[in-house]
């Protein structure tokens, strides 16, 4: 059930019967405000996340694209300071609902940080991390999810032959992909990229890039970004965010070309952030 | 002062620092100072020498394989260590294990599970304090609970709960700051991924600061061995013939024993007492080298 190849099958199979209700959303965004403490970082979002598409979140920095995205599995929470109102909706369920499993949402929501983060363990047991934890214990289906999160993530041809390896003697490059398999490995249904590539050289950034358009393929993805050609080249929606608000929401084409804001056409255009 | 403002005012950097320099008065005070800080390191290290080398003239003649066999006697020829050694290897055993589980406790759950409100703050600055008490107070108290309310006797279980007590803060704070260091990426990294608050802990959190935790642990112990205070109230013997049975059974240890022989009016004794000493310094030697070793060889990875 968790070797990605039936899931991705299984999932095609979702799309096409069932999920038409929701307009075809992962996520949708009502009215959600954050403080933490008395300074409110994210004000009045209003946000629809299509499936299958890559949306980018792009602002100055400091303009909370982080904490959104980190609300998105309710991350934020572990800060003991942050307060929030307002409904996100993942797949029609309230997130923020008394009875709402978070463990389950951050199984279906799997997050990849700006810093590549690996276990201080080996390859494979950054791998198995999320399967275990999840009760997977079959050598056989977890060696399985190994090799199929590693291709999925790019990195299989460069590890095969050492996966006992320590993942800290891995480049950054190839510790944020293999942060990405880990991801993988727990067949989440979105992925959440913090700045993925903000540590990473060109070309590190660049496989990451190609990556990315590969698993929009079975995934949804929200990628936060500082890197304004980034953005165009790899995204289908972008939101523009100042100061806590989405200025500008839209097809990707449409804000880099005619944004409908002053202010998303002086920030893309360079002219401040 | 006065040169340094007219130069401001007039102008460019350079006329600022061709002003005369005040270099040699800021070298002589470096040098002021670190002279008073050298003689307080040697006058430190003088006086630990010279103490340690006072007691091992005194006492290596008295180290001989009987110090370690013979009971306690009334002739220091015959005097042995056999029952504090043993009683506070017992009292190792017991209060290594008792304040490990309770310290380790309280502290995974002031850090990972406890959300910070006025409620823990008061717990954390309580612990805090209570590293400050003196070890009598904790004798008090061992005595009053644990010998008396909880009917222990004198035994060697009252004392390893004193023990345990008198060194909970110390391992609690230690073990806090080994937990805070483990990084929060990879806290999250676990949580991100649909761990519980437990799984995040078993293991992520714990790998990475076990020696952390153990070397606070050890280095406490360290201290508790060579306690004296507490034990006189609890009311550890100091002259007994026989070894500890049970965790219920009445004890000395090696600090009481040593300061009984020293009160003692022959100079045999005390010569018996600074072999006692050696014994002592060496178990406290051993016990801290594996304090470093642990945390060398677990030196952070991450
Ligand atoms: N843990 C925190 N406690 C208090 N305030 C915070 C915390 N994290 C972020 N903030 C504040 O919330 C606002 C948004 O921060 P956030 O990290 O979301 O910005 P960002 O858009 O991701 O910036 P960057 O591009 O630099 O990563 C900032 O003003 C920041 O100071
Ligand atoms: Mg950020």
């Not at chain 2, 004193?162 to 803060?169: E, F, R």
Request: net charge neutral; glycine share 6%; aromatic share 8%.
């Amino acid at each position: 059930m968790l070797a990605s190849q039936e899931k991705n099958t299984e999932y095609e199979d979702n799309t096409t019967i069932e999920t038409k209700k929701t307009g075809n959303s992962v996520y949708k965004v009502d009215q959600l405000n954050l403080w933490y403490g008395e300074d409110q970082a994210l004000k009045n979002i209003e946000l629809d996340i299509p499936e299958q598409e890559v949306t980018a979140i792009i602002g100055p920095s400091g303009c909370g694209k982080s904490t959104f995205i980190k609300t998105l599995n309710r991350l934020t929470e572990m800060i003991p300071s942050v307060k929030t109102s307002g409904g996100i909706y993942y797949r029609n369920q309230d997130i923020f609902d008394k009875k709402y499993k978070v463990e389950l949402l951050r199984t279906k929501v799997g997050m990849v940080f700006q810093q590549p983060n690996p276990f201080p363990k080996s390859i494979y047991e950054n791998i198995v991390y999320g399967p275990k934890i999840h009760g997977i214990k079959d050598k056989k289906v977890l060696d399985e999810i190994v090799e199929n999160s590693l291709k999925g993530a790019a990195l299989w041809e460069e590890v095969k032959d050492d996966l006992k390896r320590n993942a800290f003697g891995l480049s950054g490059g190839q510790q944020q992909r293999l942060c990405i398999a880990r991801c993988l490995a727990i067949e989440p249904d979105v992925l959440l990229m913090d700045e993925p590539t903000s540590a990473l050289d060109p070309i590190s950034t660049l496989k990451i890039e190609e990556l990315v358009q590969e698993l929009k393929k079975n995934y949804s993805i929200i990628i936060v970004t500082h890197n304004m050609q980034q953005a165009g080249r790899i995204s289908d929606n972008t939101a523009f965010f100042l100061n806590g608000e989405v200025v500008e929401y839209d097809q990707t084409d449409k804000i880099f070309s005619s944004p409908d804001d002053k202010r998303t056409e002086d920030y893309i255009s360079g002219r401040f952030g | 002062m006065k040169e340094v403002s007219q130069e401001n005012t007039s102008g460019t950097p350079t006329e600022y620092l061709s002003a005369p320099s005040n270099l040699p008065k800021r070298e002589w005070k470096n040098r002021l100072f670190r002279t008073i800080f050298a003689t307080a390191v040697i006058f430190s290290l003088l006086m630990l020498l010279i103490l340690i080398i006072r007691i091992i003239t005194q006492g290596i003649g008295s180290i001989d394989w009987q110090l370690f066999t013979n009971f306690a006697s009334r002739h220091p020829d015959e005097a042995g260590l056999k029952a504090p050694l043993i009683g506070t290897i017992w009292m190792m055993a017991l209060t290594g294990p008792i304040s490990f589980v309770l310290g380790v406790g309280t502290a995974i759950y002031l850090e990972e599970y406890a959300k910070p409100n006025r409620f823990t703050t008061l717990i954390q600055t309580n612990i805090s304090n209570l590293a400050g008490v003196p070890s009598v107070v904790f004798g008090l108290l061992g005595l009053t609970l644990f010998v008396r309310e909880l009917s222990m006797g004198r035994s060697l279980i009252a004392g390893a709960l004193t023990m345990s007590l008198l060194i909970l803060p110390i391992i609690v704070v230690s073990s806090q700051e080994a937990l805070r260091a483990v990084p929060a990426e990879l806290k999250q990294a676990s949580y991100a991924m649909g761990a519980t608050t437990w799984q995040t802990i078993f293991k992520v959190v714990l790998p990475a600061s076990v020696p952390g935790i153990l070397t606070g642990t050890i280095l406490a112990l360290s201290r508790a061995i060579g306690e004296t205070a507490p034990l006189i109230m609890i009311g550890a013997l100091t002259y007994i013939a026989f070894l500890p049975e049970s965790i219920m059974s009445q004890f000395t240890v090696m600090p009481i024993q040593i300061f009984n022989w020293t009160n003692r009016p022959q100079e045999e004794f005390h010569m018996v007492a600074a072999a006692g000493i050696i014994v002592l310094l060496v178990m406290l030697l051993v016990m801290n080298s594996i304090a470093v070793w642990i945390r060398n060889k677990f030196q952070r990875r991450f």
